[in-house]
């Protein structure tokens, strides 16, 4: 079985039109699938106008009790349920989730070193028989950038960290692509010019841009994760703009395709 | 197979210490249950944080735009989350859900005849395919009191109507037991006296207690839901405190129990 899993950020879900344009092409998109999704641009905006002000380290935010409440609101229910039920219209059986239910995804407070990030999770262990349970019922899992210890505590994990761990435990049992919908159309060459897409990386291409400077920067810590998600067995990671979803569910060149070895090419 | 759903109120969810016995005792509950949960006092409080007062009409919310998504983000949110999460730690797998999760309850928003309601659902359809896949893989659904048309739009639900909804509609299959822990130990002779509970009501006793005064006002539409839930082939109803369901469920006398049929008392 095959098992696609696409996850979407802010650029998507802070625009209603642009998620509604997603979700249709998400719709239309084939096979068993899981949308995972973040919320924060919503989450920094409704804490402001309750007085309580997004902190950020390296662009990770540091949740307080209060912030955890604020983006466990927003993330699980306001935008959560209502991907969910825009998915239901489009007569996608959709379900929405946090790692806390059915133990979806259980994490550890992330330890405190330098920085004290409060109650964020770093990923432990993912249920892949409550997947397999709800995918086999032709249901489609929506999960949302929360998680929990086990020990009753909700923990608010990042959004990309949860779309690998998914589709790295799953591809024990199925083959599965991963899909980062970002706000650029893929790897670029030139980042000035959207139609310089790098279509295809494998690690011996991806050693040559990062010499050559051409990939650098955020952009670095995405494709490491890509290639990590790799080899622990996912088949491939794509990056690309939400509207060419449907191309590279195609297997269009639309975006750029992260693979692991090098035949894979020829 | 029996299942017993169990309905909680703002007098338990309000106060973190009583929603905590509660869960224990939720978790020492037997056999296969589901629980549902309001949460209109918190998401009441946090309204008026965000300046959004509430309005209610005989007891029931006006749902305009903003308040629909306050109560989507503290039921299916805020307090889904932490019960699922508390229960995750008592060792019941818990899963959250609203009606718009694996199309559960699809309604219609309420018509306006002399008041208009705003995003208020009337059930019309409940999945009881996805409760048995969820019951059969031993989850435990935890439904909060938001809906869907299956459109795209959210509606805030009444609980109570939830919980005899998904218990008329799952007696077609299992035997179903409803409980509705509220504020009161039960049905009382003299309201001022928590030991004076009308242990068993049928149908006949109801029709005396009505006549002698004994119960009146917002005790009928509870004792009426019931009956109606027993008409459709729920097998009791339970009405009594959070604290005692354990002994409700033990069969032992601890609050109403609602019965249809007189030789039921004999």
Redesign the interface.
Not at 72 to 78: E, F, I
């Given at each position: 079985m095959n098992v696609s899993i696409i996850k979407i950020g802010g650029n998507v879900i802070d625009f209603p039109e642009k998620l509604d344009e997603f979700l249709y092409l998400f719709s239309r998109f084939p096979g068993k699938k899981i949308l995972v999704h973040g919320g924060g641009v919503l989450a920094s905006k409704f804490g402001e106008?309750?007085g309580v002000m997004p902190e950020m380290v390296d662009g990770r935010r540091i949740t307080d009790k209060d912030t955890l409440?604020i983006v466990?609101?927003?993330?699980?229910?306001?935008i959560?349920?209502?991907i969910?039920?825009?998915l239901?219209?489009l007569k996608q059986?959709?379900?929405?989730?946090?790692g806390?239910?059915?133990?979806l995804i259980r994490s550890v407070k992330r330890p405190v070193k330098n920085i004290d990030y409060g109650f964020v999770g770093d990923i432990q262990e993912v249920n892949v028989g409550?997947l397999q349970?709800l995918l086999d019922?032709d249901?489609i899992p929506v999960v949302c950038a929360?998680t929990?210890d086990?020990?009753?505590?909700?923990l608010n994990t990042n959004a990309d960290g949860i779309a690998s761990e998914l589709a790295t435990n799953l591809s024990k049992k199925f083959k599965v692509n991963l899909y980062f919908c970002f706000n650029k159309a893929g790897v670029l060459i030139d980042e000035k010019n959207e139609n310089s897409i790098v279509p295809l990386i494998n690690e011996e291409i991806y050693a040559e841009l990062k010499k050559e400077n051409v990939i650098h920067s955020g952009m670095i810590p995405k494709l490491d994760n890509a290639f990590a998600a790799l080899q622990k067995g996912v088949n491939h990671v794509w990056i690309g703009k939400a509207e060419n979803l449907l191309l590279a569910a195609k297997g269009k060149l639309s975006g750029t395709t992260i693979e692991r070895h090098k035949y894979d090419l020829y």
């Open positions: 106008s309750l409440d466990t609101m927003v993330y699980a229910g306001l959560n349920k209502q969910v039920a825009k239901q219209a059986n959709a379900l929405g989730m946090t806390a239910d059915g133990n409550l349970t019922a249901i929360i929990h086990k020990k009753g505590q909700l």
